[in-house]
């Protein structure tokens, strides 16, 4: 096959000199609602492309690949004084998969257990490319399956205003947990 990247023959959809050179994440910081840190190792504007491939086949291999240069990166630096879960965002799936789960998969390590299928949406409208007026009228409204657990790491692909994170930071707040940061792939709002 061809990496989508240089075109170059490859045995994965990004080569691995692709992945090495354009691929390589950073660690971005922002604050979201009650002080919550949310982790990002891209900024959007790097990977728009790549990660616009979540609702197709293909999107299960560039996620994957995605994961494995900053999530599986992360676990391998993380260390907490006992076992935290990690929970995604809306894990649905859509087009065979869930792009969220497989960021979620991808932490499983000593001291993060990743849970599925906990934190659902009840409103099922897309926010992409929507003002954030629209995204205040229509919250994600989200219900929270219960797990015993008390410590949580927020997982989600994309940041933008922030808004979803804050709706699932106040759900497990409401539910007596303690989200100790978010991690997503990208912040949209680095240039």
Not at 29 to 44: D, T
Not at 80 to 95: M, Q
Not at 112 to 120: D, Q, S, V
Not at 156 to 163: K, L, P
Request: proline letters at 2%; one cysteine or more; hydrophobic letters at 40%.
């Amino acid at each position: 096959m061809r990496c989508m990247l240089c075109e170059g023959l490859s045995f994965t959809h990004i080569c691995s000199t692709c992945q090495e050179t354009f691929l390589s994440p950073s660690l971005y910081k922002r604050k979201i609602l009650h002080n919550i840190e949310v982790l990002s190792f891209y900024k959007y504007s790097q990977i728009k492309e790549l990660l616009l491939t979540k609702h197709t086949d293909l999107g299960y291999y560039i996620y994957s690949i995605l994961a494995k240069n900053s999530f599986e990166k992360f676990t391998q630096n993380f260390v907490f004084p006992h076992a935290v879960v990690s929970i995604a965002i809306d894990d649905h799936v859509r087009s065979g998969y869930s792009h969220t789960a497989i960021l979620n998969k991808t932490l499983q390590s000593s001291c993060i257990k990743p849970l599925y299928n906990k934190l659902r949406a009840e409103n099922d409208i897309s926010y992409a490319g929507k003002s954030r007026e629209f995204r205040l009228l229509h919250p994600r409204k989200f219900q929270l399956k219960r797990f015993s657990e008390e410590d949580v790491i927020l997982v989600d692909d994309i940041i933008t205003t922030g808004f979803t994170l804050g709706e699932a930071v106040n759900a497990m707040r409401q539910a007596g947990k303690n989200v100790l940061f978010c991690i997503t792939l990208a912040d949209a709002s680095l240039k």
